[in-house]
């Protein structure tokens, strides 16, 4: 069961970072902001719409299988820490303490000829000479024995458990109280306003190349500025994977884009009309395209010829270069033809036309809140370091039984908790207690 919720959340996680994920001022009109998107795994996809993808973490879905996950592993948590209790005590095992090892526990057995009476002193001093401390079942008829070696390591388990409960706790804490902006797209001075009643806004002051090379993408960085009103409150560089966080509210360049200038003549020279399909009217000679993302691909409609242009952003082709395609589009869509690839800007020919592009960048930025995400990272790092102790110093935990076998002779039963690997070291211990209980003298 635990598996399976650990299972279905992290599938959840995996889809909510590949379907982009409604921005919180979009989400009362959530079909505008649908009809706008697109890409492979576009949240206008009927299936994604039906379920409610594009808002996964706001779900009542995913809510209950945060709650189911923390109930399973609460349970869990309690029942391993009550056994590393009784383990330290070092007291009387009842029987019941045996159910939660399950039916399913690892066994191997070991036959000597000694009765039961004569072969319980031997076994008590085949654990001790193995480092083994060693308490009795009370309530049985026949001999039974609980040992243990490293009875500490018991504690690694349940604090697993409640490791991976502040990982839950934090993804409860960020889903419900979290939110994100949609993403922003500004030149040079552009401001705009924070929201979710912080009161703060954001500037774009500059943006460029770290090494002043165009060819590499990730080395662009932007300079921006908080204020608050009209006061500066920090100023500061962010660039793909390196965000800038104010009280919590964090900046993210998630992305470059460019922003075309096309000039257009004909093949007397005369300049041409040029209409982008976001603009209601036409400019003659030139105009400037610009993208809202860089999966956008706008149009650019040539007015009376029945042409229009789509491009496209490549930000990394093979060789890791940024590039724009060009396609023409004729007869209302249904011909298509590739015009070419460019590199540093450069002139088209087609139809007796000629357009000339050139273009620079902008950042892509993106606002959000993510509360309790320390909680989440903390919650996964000491769980992995639990695993890690348990896995290098790993505990021995066995439950004895002594009982009568056939033709007077005894038969010892060694049983251990079945753990997520296959227990190696168990029927290696059976055979040299077997060993020291084979002879009667």
Same mark, same amino acid.
Request: net charge negative.
């Given at each position: 069961?635990?598996?399976?919720?650990?299972?279905?959340?992290?599938?959840?996680?995996?889809?909510?970072?590949?379907?982009?994920?409604?921005?919180?001022?979009?989400?009362?009109?959530?079909?505008?902001?649908?009809?706008?998107?697109?890409?492979?795994?576009?949240?206008?996809?009927?299936?994604?719409?039906?379920?409610?993808?594009?808002?996964?973490?706001?779900?009542?879905?995913?809510?209950?299988?945060?709650?189911?996950?923390?109930?399973?592993?609460?349970?869990?948590?309690?029942? /391993?820490?009550?056994?590393?209790?009784?383990?330290?005590?070092?007291?009387?095992?009842?029987?019941?303490t045996f159910s939660f090892w399950g039916a399913s526990a690892d066994q191997a057995c070991a036959?000597?000829?000694?009765?039961?009476?004569?072969?319980?002193?031997?076994?008590?001093?085949?654990?001790?000479?193995?480092?083994?401390?060693?308490?009795?079942?009370?309530?049985?008829?026949?001999?039974?024995?609980?040992?243990?070696?490293?009875?500490?390591?018991?504690?690694?388990?349940?604090?697993?458990?409640?490791?991976?409960?502040?990982?839950?706790?934090?993804?409860?804490?960020?889903?419900?109280?979290?939110?994100?902006?949609?993403?922003?797209?500004?030149?040079?001075?552009?401001?705009?306003?924070?929201?979710?009643?912080?009161?703060?806004?954001?500037?774009?002051?500059?943006?460029?190349?770290?090494?002043?090379?165009?060819?590499?993408?990730?080395?662009?960085?932007?300079?921006?500025?908080?204020?608050?009103?009209?006061?500066?409150?920090?100023?500061?560089?962010?660039?793909?994977?390196?965000?800038?966080?104010?009280?919590?509210?964090?900046?993210?360049?998630?992305?470059?884009?460019?922003?075309?200038?096309?000039?257009?003549?004909?093949?007397?020279?005369?300049?041409?009309?040029?209409?982008?399909?976001?603009?209601?009217?036409?400019?003659?000679?030139?105009?400037?395209?610009?993208?809202?993302?860089?999966?956008?691909?706008?149009?650019?409609?040539?007015?009376?010829?029945?042409?229009?242009?789509?491009?496209?952003?490549?930000?990394?082709?093979?060789?890791?270069?940024?590039?724009?395609?060009?396609?023409?589009?004729?007869?209302?869509?249904?011909?298509?033809? /590739?015009?070419?690839?460019?590199?540093?800007?450069?002139?088209?020919?087609?139809?007796?036309?000629?357009?000339?592009?050139?273009?620079?960048?902008?950042?892509?930025?993106?606002?959000?809140?993510?509360? /309790?995400?320390?909680?989440?990272?903390?919650?996964?790092?000491?769980?992995?370091?639990?695993? /890690?102790?348990?896995?290098?110093?790993?505990?021995?935990?066995?439950?004895?039984?002594?009982?009568?076998?056939?033709?007077?002779?005894?038969?010892?039963?060694?049983?251990?908790?079945?753990?997520?690997?296959?227990?190696?070291?168990?029927?290696?211990?059976?055979?040299?207690?077997?060993?020291?209980?084979?002879?009667?003298?």
């Amino acid at each position: 069961m635990l598996l399976v919720c650990l299972g279905l959340l992290a599938l959840a996680l995996v889809l909510g970072a590949l379907i982009p994920q409604i921005p919180f001022q979009a989400r009362g009109d959530p079909q505008a902001w649908l009809a706008v998107q697109s890409g492979p795994f576009a949240p206008s996809i009927s299936l994604i719409r039906t379920l409610h993808l594009y808002d996964l973490y706001h779900t009542l879905g995913f809510r209950l299988l945060l709650a189911l996950a923390g109930l399973v592993i609460f349970v869990r948590a309690a029942e /391993a820490a009550e056994l590393a209790w009784r383990a330290a005590r070092s007291a009387l095992w009842p029987p019941e303490t045996f159910s939660f090892w399950g039916a399913s526990a690892d066994q191997a057995c070991a036959v000597s000829p000694l009765a039961p009476e004569a072969a319980l002193p031997r076994i008590h001093d085949f654990l001790a000479s193995n480092g083994f401390r060693w308490a009795k079942v009370s309530g049985l008829p026949l001999p039974n024995l609980v040992a243990i070696r490293r009875p500490w390591a018991l504690w690694a388990e349940p604090l697993v458990y409640i490791a991976l409960l502040l990982a839950l706790l934090g993804l409860a804490i960020g889903s419900t109280w979290g939110w994100q902006a949609e993403d922003w797209v500004p030149a040079l001075g552009d401001m705009r306003a924070v929201g979710h009643e912080t009161g703060y806004d954001l500037r774009l002051d500059a943006f460029g190349s770290e090494d002043g090379l165009a060819s590499g993408l990730c080395t662009y960085q932007s300079q921006i500025t908080w204020l608050e009103g009209n006061a500066p409150l920090r100023q500061a560089w962010v660039s793909t994977g390196r965000p800038a966080t104010l009280r919590g509210v964090t900046v993210r360049q998630v992305g470059i884009v460019p922003r075309v200038t096309l000039r257009g003549r004909d093949e007397a020279g005369k300049p041409i009309l040029l209409l982008p399909a976001n603009q209601d009217q036409a400019l003659t000679g030139q105009v400037d395209v610009r993208f809202l993302s860089p999966d956008d691909q706008p149009l650019v409609l040539l007015p009376g010829h029945d042409l229009f242009l789509t491009l496209a952003f490549v930000p990394a082709d093979r060789e890791g270069r940024p590039a724009l395609d060009v396609t023409l589009v004729r007869n209302g869509g249904t011909d298509a033809e /590739a015009l070419g690839r460019l590199y540093e800007g450069g002139t088209l020919a087609f139809n007796g036309f000629q357009i000339e592009l050139d273009w620079d960048y902008q950042p892509v930025l993106r606002v959000g809140y993510r509360p /309790a995400m320390g909680l989440v990272l903390a919650g996964l790092a000491l769980a992995l370091i639990a695993l /890690a102790v348990s896995w290098l110093l790993p505990v021995r935990l066995l439950w004895i039984a002594v009982g009568e076998g056939r033709e007077e002779a005894t038969l010892i039963r060694l049983l251990t908790p079945r753990g997520p690997a296959k227990i190696a070291w168990l029927p290696q211990m059976a055979a040299r207690l077997g060993e020291v209980l084979a002879h009667g003298d």
